[in-house]
């Protein structure tokens, strides 16, 4: 195959480059990546030799430079993406340039140069919210109800995706995935802020009570379940991938990193909720296991234990990644703490 990646400098994009090229050393990727705050090409160090690597700078706005990264191109994997909801909050304009816009200019390109499948990842975040303590899960046939500006704007990625099967006949699939967790993640999301945050002797904040419930799903998994979409996936179908994790709240979370890091759960912060803040995610994933035989293998708390471990062993990451901007970020979203 050759493919090209949008998004390979981010986090779920850099472990699947990763993933990729240890399990298909014979293929060849593109990575297209503007470097956003979340881009970092440190995560790609162990293959930007590579022959079969190359990176391109550029936006996926851009049609001429996405005309270019497309040429010889028969897989699209399109991770790149504004990602973060509490971002979307503070300013949704980005979040519609890249998710909605940027999507569509691929698609057009795609179409041009007749690739052989779009892969488009997408959340289960544009199913909206469901009650705690409730059985109910989201599955492939969840009306949409996207409720942040961030999940809107993947919504509406996704509907043109669909579009342009139904329309022009372009092959997709896309996959509706859970929260991601594992190396590499931006330290502005829940598990490695709590991480980096406790590593640093500071609090971690909690959004209001903190019974707020996501299905967690270890990264590899993720690129696994897209390994075998990509393989084995039927054209034009949606496919949810989800985690190790039955109902899990962000306190208990924190608990559990808590005590993996020794350290007295007086760390937990209750901040101010977040606004719109969606109460649960549930993610039936027996479709792809049916269809595929793909299902989860990293068991939450022996993974989250790795995780912990790679944020130690790779401070300088971090470190770096929490410097400059991310301190303006951080003090406009949390203020003193
Ligand atoms: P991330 O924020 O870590 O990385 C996004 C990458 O996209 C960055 O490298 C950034 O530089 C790049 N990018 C952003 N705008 C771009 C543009 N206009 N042109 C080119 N590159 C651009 O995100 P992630 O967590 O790795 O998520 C990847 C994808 O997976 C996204 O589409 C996201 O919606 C989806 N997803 C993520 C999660 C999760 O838990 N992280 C869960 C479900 C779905
Ligand atoms: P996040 O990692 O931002 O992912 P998403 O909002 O896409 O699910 O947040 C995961 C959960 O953790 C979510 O319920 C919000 C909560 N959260 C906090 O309680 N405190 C924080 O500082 C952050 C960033 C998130």
Redesign the pocket.
């Known amino acids: 195959m050759k493919l090209l990646v949008t998004g390979g400098a981010g986090f779920i994009g850099s472990n699947f480059i990763l993933y990729w090229m240890k399990n298909y050393p014979q293929d060849r990727i593109v990575n297209l990546d503007n470097l956003t705050y979340a881009g970092n090409l440190e995560n790609l160090k162990e293959v930007e030799k590579n022959p079969n690597y190359k990176f391109i700078h550029g936006n996926i706005c851009n049609l001429n430079i996405v005309g270019e990264a497309m040429r010889g191109i028969d897989t699209v994997v399109h991770f790149a993406a504004e990602s ?3 971002r979307s909050i503070l300013k949704p304009s980005d979040f519609i340039v890249t998710n909605v816009v940027g999507t569509q200019v691929l698609l057009d390109s795609a179409l041009k140069h007749k690739v052989k499948r779009f892969h488009h990842i997408s959340t289960d ?1 544009v199913y909206g919210s469901l009650k705690l303590n409730d059985q109910s899960k989201f599955n492939e046939r969840t009306n949409y109800n996207p409720n942040s500006p961030y999940s809107a704007s993947k919504a509406g990625s996704d509907h043109l995706v669909k579009a342009y099967s139904e329309t022009y006949g372009l092959p997709i699939t896309i996959t509706n995935c859970s ?1 991601n967790f594992g190396p590499y993640q931006f330290p ?3 598990i490695p ?1 709590a991480i980096t945050n406790i590593l640093e002797d500071k609090k971690v ?3 209001g009570d ?1 019974l ?1 419930v ?1 299905d967690w799903l270890y990264v590899i998994d993720h690129c696994r379940a897209i390994d075998l979409v990509l393989n084995k996936g039927k054209v034009g179908e949606t496919y949810l991938v989800g985690g190790m994790t039955d109902d899990i709240s ?1 306190l208990e979370v924190v608990k559990k990193i808590l005590k993996i890091m020794g350290k007295p759960e007086s760390f937990v912060e209750h901040v101010k909720d ?1 606004l719109g ?1 969606d109460r649960r995610y549930a993610v039936n994933w027996s479709k792809i296991e049916k269809e595929l035989g793909w299902k989860p293998l990293h068991d939450f708390d022996e993974w989250l234990e790795k995780t912990i471990a790679w944020y130690k062993e790779n401070e300088k990451w971090w470190k770096d990644v929490k410097s400059g901007d991310y301190k303006k970020y951080y003090q406009e979203q949390y203020g003193k703490l």
């Open positions: 973060h909801v509490d975040e929260n502005e999301k829940f802020l904040p909690v959004y903190g707020y996501r962000n977040r803040h």
